[in-house]
């Protein structure tokens, strides 16, 4: 709103400034219909500038509001995946414990052996130099293990040559996989 403020004051000065001859006919001599229709015609455009002006602010405004709606869905996200993981190693605690605790030693190194498998893949997703990807696809892994669907994920660890930016591309994985998921079920 304070653009279009100073839009319309800016045009009144530069619109005064050039006036100048039509200030003096205007109080020397009665308008004109020429110059009567040049003063609407100026003041229209001036408003309808402000208007517009005003309506892309509003729009930016929008924008920035869903972004940040976004930014806060995407870290909920994060959070419950934090959760899940949290969830799922004091299950695999309690696991060992109870194992060890029955001496079952070969359950116990069947089930260690599946662990450290299942690890070294998620050290290498949480190993990337971006979070936002790491939990996304953690996220994913484990939602694969839920439904019983086969993922297998390649990735360079250097994004950086993507021509997009790390929001965008975290969005445009996200809808990937979840297509693929959709599709699988």
């Known amino acids: 709103m304070n653009k279009a403020l100073v839009l319309i004051i800016g ?16 109080t020397t001599l009665p308008l004109t219909i020429l110059q009567s229709l040049i003063i609407l015609v100026v003041a229209f455009i001036m408003i309808s500038i402000a208007f517009l002006f005003l309506q892309h602010e509003h729009q930016i405004q929008i924008l920035k509001e869903t972004a940040v709606k976004q930014q806060a869905h995407d870290l909920q996200l994060y959070l419950n995946t934090l959760k899940a993981s949290r969830h799922e190693y004091n299950s695999h605690i309690n696991t060992i414990h109870q194992l060890l605790k029955s001496n079952q030693l070969q359950q116990l ?8 498998t299942d690890n070294n893949y998620l050290s290498n997703v949480a190993g990337l130099k971006f979070p936002e990807i790491s939990a996304l696809l953690y996220r994913y892994e484990l939602l694969a293990r839920k439904k019983q669907i086969a993922l297998t994920i390649y990735f360079d660890n250097n994004l950086s040559k993507l021509p997009m930016s790390l929001y965008d591309l ?12 959709e599709a699988s079920a």
């Open 11 to 26: 045009s009144l000065i530069v619109f005064y400034i050039f006036s100048g001859n039509l200030k003096k006919s205007i």
């Open 109 to 116: 190194n069947d089930y260690m052996t599946d662990l450290i």
């Open 170 to 181: 975290n969005k445009l994985l996200g809808n990937l996989l979840t297509n693929a998921f």
